[in-house]
């Protein structure tokens, strides 16, 4: 079993930053992928961020240029510094944990991000 708590969500104006952090428990000892993803009222989930055991990174075109996914693996811990936000950006983040190997997935709870005009 694999726990994943998020943090950092919250109101901000256009323009400010946000860092959401989000720690992994249990057992983690296989190859990985972490990730982050964001879903708005109404529309689908979509991928904003990953990032691999070997630190290779995916990022959404939306996103890119503004938003920096990182790992910290002595803590189990992935962040998602988010910069120059846009009212857009606007959806609950989810965490997302990918075993390579046996396919199996877990996911936080998520966090809500608002950014005001």
């Known amino acids: 079993q694999v726990q994943l708590v998020e943090s950092g969500g919250g109101l901000v104006q256009a323009g400010e930053s946000l860092r959401l952090s989000c720690a992994a428990s249990g057992i983690i000892d296989r190859l990985h992928s972490m990730g982050w993803y964001r879903q708005a009222p109404g529309k689908q989930r979509e991928l904003v961020a990953r990032?691999?055991?070997?630190?290779?990174?995916n990022y959404v075109d939306s996103v890119k240029g503004r938003f920096t996914i990182s790992r910290d693996n002595a803590k189990n811990t992935v962040y998602l510094q988010m910069n120059s936000l846009k009212p857009e950006d606007t959806a609950v983040y989810y965490c997302n944990l990918e075993f390579l190997f046996g396919g199996r997935i877990y996911w936080g709870q998520g966090t809500q991000v608002t950014v005001s005009s």
């Open positions: 990032i691999t055991n070997g630190g290779s990174t």
